[in-house]
């Protein structure tokens, strides 16, 4: 069969592990200039099986697309060090203060430009907001059917993919049509390492928005292989409505954001006996723990 046209929904997220009291701005949006930034953990995953499918099925063509500022680009070059193929970065101050609802939407109408795609495969969530709502909001502005909670894609053959699923009681294998969205676990299996030969070749490779103070031997570089030249999209290469995108598209407000450190407060040590595990059982049925 011929190969696939993947696309990776990818993520650029502040590293929510050091969230600090300057975390948020006073319009209740994240301050992310002030937190290291990192790759959407569930994303990788995802990449991971997009890369997996395109080993599988020769001709595949994998296309990383993120959307965020010029710095996200760093996201595309992670993708195309472990096999994705190309990348767009989709940026602009219009998109700025986007929910789930307007980045879904700005997604939506990226894709829809792109033309013929087979697997739409994203993170179930990112971790800078916990919703997992994009994806399925993505399918759902595209029409398209959807299968979540993704932890292997088993085949995408003759029109057709299946899925295991991990749910909350177990796992589940079911198929749907091609095209597909598909939301992948944190327990599919994790991103395969940087590539030594992907490295070197694609080190050099930079959205628009980075080639601004490039000098003229860099340019240079970048026309003479064009596959150093990662795409960046603005609001004016897609068709939307104004009014759906950033902060005005926006619904959703947070009001606030603190950082939660659990202690804990008592600490029993016991011994691997009969008598002492009778004992625990016996507490936890005294305060109503279990039982």
């Known amino acids: 069969m011929k190969g696939l046209k ?30 290291p930034a990192i790759f959407n953990p ?24 993120t959307m965020g500022p010029g ?6 070059r992670e993708g195309l060090y472990r096999g994705a193929d190309n990348g767009i970065l989709l940026s602009d101050r ?55 909670y993704a932890e292997d894609v088993i085949s995408a053959e003759n029109g057709k993919i299946v899925v295991k699923r991990r749910i909350e009681r177990g796992v589940e294998t079911v ?3 091609l ?7 944190a327990s599919a ?8 030969k992907f490295v070197m070749k694609y080190k050099h490779a930079r959205a628009v928005s980075e080639m601004q103070n490039a000098d003229e031997d860099y340019i240079l570089l970048h026309n003479n292989r064009p596959y150093l030249n990662i795409g960046e999209w603005s609001v004016n290469d897609i068709e939307t409505q104004a009014e759906e995108l950033g902060l005005t598209g926006s619904p959703t407000k ?21 008598a002492d595990m009778d004992e625990l059982m016996k507490e936890l049925i005294a305060n109503h723990t279990i039982g």
């Not at 939407?105 to 994203?122: E, N, P, V």
């Open 179 to 185: 095209p597909m969205v598909v939301t992948v676990n």
């Open 254 to 274: 947070v009001k606030a954001i603190e950082n939660v450190v659990f202690q804990a407060k008592e600490a029993k040590v016991l011994e691997p006996s009969d």
């Open 42 to 65: 569930e994303d990788l995953n995802a990449l991971e099986q997009a890369l997996r499918l395109k080993d599988k099925y020769p001709g595949t063509e994998i296309t990383l697309l």
């Open 71 to 76: 710095r996200a680009a760093e996201i595309i």
């Open 94 to 148: 219009a998109f700025a203060g986007s929910d789930t609802l307007a980045t879904s939407y700005a997604l939506s109408c990226t894709l829809k430009k792109m033309g013929k795609i087979d697997i739409i495969i994203a993170g179930r969530q990112a971790i800078d907001g916990d919703t997992a709502q994009v994806g399925p909001q993505v399918a759902e502005k595209l029409a398209l059917p959807q299968i979540t």
């Open 6 to 35: 993947i696309v990776v929904l990818a993520k650029q997220v502040p590293d929510t592990r050091n969230v600090g009291k300057d975390a948020m701005k006073a319009d209740g949006t994240v301050n992310r200039a002030v937190l």
């Open 189 to 196: 299996p994790e991103c395969r390492p940087r590539n030594a």
């Open 175 to 177: 198929e749907g049509t």
